[in-house]
């Protein structure tokens, strides 16, 4: 299957839909992003890769990297880390306060805010250098050098109320054990993170190879581990737009604000879609439209 020649006919077909997304405001940094950038790529487990439109050019990661943290503290930790977030779908927004009173400062996953936080209070209890060693194992999954952006990482802690309420009611439950300051720059700077669509498809690659990266042959986290990741991911990866998203496009994925959203076909394939404008859900409009199209084209969900 030659992908380059179906992105370009599926993406001229979904351009005639109006783009009624609005590029994320909250984070000042992101809101100067050009709305009309595209771009997709996809890496088969062969290696063999295809692109599309914007590929080559890096954009905010944004929750997408919470995949990332989650797996560095699931392989630090084992299953000890399920006593201080859960696996439940939140069916609320990403930033949502509403369940942690209800339900004691324990999120209901590692995807949304409040769970990201956790886990990444978890890496600054379990890493030397937290903000180096985490960069450092995201480098060793994507084989480039990436890094944090100093700008986003600043505007977004020049406005960040809701996600200060979260960690300020997680501490008050006792399930926050660091500093709030050091958590939050953790935090901040791993949703920093720029990668292209090409170095994200290669980065999520383990997790369609059952935790080993091809290219390194390396375990990255072991085969159970891996399977949980991708479950969590199908079930929570898109917020309050997770059914619908496994109803439209049937793969196991995770969003980000930045407009970027990767999936994973087991056995397969990575793939990753950016597209700036994003729907009321906090979910990129064009790129779930494209990849709803995608895997309803070539029959390619995991159904
Ligand atoms: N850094 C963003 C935040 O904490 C990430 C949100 C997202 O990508 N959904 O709000």
Not at 129 to 145: E, K, M, R, S, Y
């Amino acid at each position: 299957m030659v992908f380059s020649t179906l992105f370009s006919e599926l993406y001229h077909s979904i351009k005639k839909t109006p783009n009624s997304g609005e590029v994320a405001q909250y984070i000042p940094e992101l809101a100067l992003v050009d709305p009309n950038k595209f771009g997709v790529s996809l890496v088969k487990l062969n290696a063999e890769n295809f692109h599309f439109g914007d590929a080559q050019e890096k954009f905010s990661i944004q929750s997408i990297a919470k995949v990332l943290s989650l797996t560095l503290a699931y392989k630090i930790c084992g299953e000890k880390l399920w006593e201080r977030v859960g696996v439940e779908p939140s069916g609320t927004a990403f930033n949502s306060l509403v369940q942690l009173e209800y339900e004691k400062g324990i999120p209901r996953n590692p995807f949304i805010n409040a769970g990201a936080l956790v886990v990444a209070d978890v890496l600054v209890s379990e890493l030397k250098n937290p903000n180096d060693d985490f960069l450092a194992f995201v480098n060793q999954l994507c084989h480039t050098q990436v890094s944090y952006s100093k700008q986003v990482a600043a505007s977004e802690k020049s406005c960040a109320y809701v996600n200060t309420a979260l960690i300020n009611l997680m501490k008050s439950f006792g399930n926050i054990k660091n500093d709030i300051d050091q958590v939050m720059d953790l935090y901040f700077n791993l949703c920093s993170i720029e990668m292209t669509c090409q170095e994200l498809s290669q980065t999520f690659l383990f997790l369609a190879n059952d935790g080993v990266c091809p290219l390194s042959e390396q375990e990255i986290i072991d085969h159970s581990k891996s399977k949980r990741i991708n479950s969590i991911m199908q079930l929570c990866g898109f917020y309050d737009e997770a059914g619908e998203f496994s109803f439209k496009v049937g793969l196991p994925g995770k969003s980000g604000v930045g407009g970027g959203i990767v999936v994973v076909r087991p056995h397969e394939f990575s793939m990753a879609v950016w597209s700036p404008k994003l729907n009321a859900k906090g979910n990129s409009f064009l790129g779930t439209k494209f990849l709803e199209k995608f895997t309803t084209k070539i029959d390619y969900s995991i159904f």
